[in-house]
């Protein structure tokens, strides 16, 4: 198991504007975007690289560029795709599934009501992203439903996740490393976590 905080002073600068309640719609969208790309930078700091051959306008030469297969991000609705934003500037080509997953309100059992992913997941690094992981139960069901569709190269990515999650993530999928900015202190009675941030869709959108 591996469980990374990308603690970057830009980061938590970021996030503390984002955790205040003050902040608006606007910029609470616009800073998860600035986030992603920072977060991106690390979840894929270690990609392998090939040496290609160009050519300059001053001639040829040998250069690196990414090896492999295109990465695969997979966002989990609705708040993934604040997330997925910030990555996809970040490294346009990427190939993208969305999986519509909300927890139920009073169980906090993860309700699946959309999936669409590349149908050749197989070798690819697929990079989850969520901003949050509160009892990971709609990461750990994202990650499972993409795993039965041939995924076995699969990070986490987040924002935000209280130890409780960590603790359920890594145990229900050992074998994918968490990237987050911050590990927060717990879940309260209603699964949402402390100090946290609020319900992220609800924020990234104003549909509270
Ligand atoms: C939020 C969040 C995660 C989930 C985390 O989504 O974006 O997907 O909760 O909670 P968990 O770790 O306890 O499963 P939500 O269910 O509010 O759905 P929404 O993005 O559609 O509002
Ligand atoms: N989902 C959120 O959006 N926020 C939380 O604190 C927990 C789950």
């Not at 993409?146 to 890594?170: V, Y």
């Amino acid at each position: 198991m591996s469980v990374t905080v990308v603690d970057h002073p830009l980061v938590q600068h970021k996030l503390t504007i984002m955790r205040d309640k003050a902040t608006s719609t606007a910029g609470f969208r616009r800073l998860l975007r600035e986030i992603a790309h920072l977060l991106c930078y690390e979840v894929t700091r270690d990609l392998e690289v090939i040496e290609i051959e160009i050519e300059t306008p001053l001639g040829p030469t040998n250069a690196p560029t990414l090896k492999g297969k295109k990465l695969v991000f997979a966002s989990i609705l609705r708040a993934g795709n604040g997330l997925l934003e910030g990555m996809l500037d970040l490294v346009p080509a990427a190939r993208v599934a969305h999986i519509g997953i909300y927890r139920d309100h009073e169980t906090l059992e993860p309700v699946e009501y959309y999936f669409k992913a590349p149908s050749d997941l197989k070798d690819r690094l697929v990079i989850v992203v969520d901003p949050m992981l509160a009892t990971a139960n709609s990461s750990i069901a994202a990650v499972t439903r993409l795993k039965e569709r041939g995924a076995d190269h699969l990070r986490f990515l987040c924002l935000l996740a209280a130890p409780e999650g960590i603790e359920a993530f890594t145990r229900a999928h050992p074998d994918v490393p968490v990237f987050t900015a911050a590990i927060d202190s717990h879940l309260n009675e209603k699964g949402y976590i402390v100090p946290g941030l609020g319900d992220a869709g609800d924020r990234m959108y104003g549909t509270k």
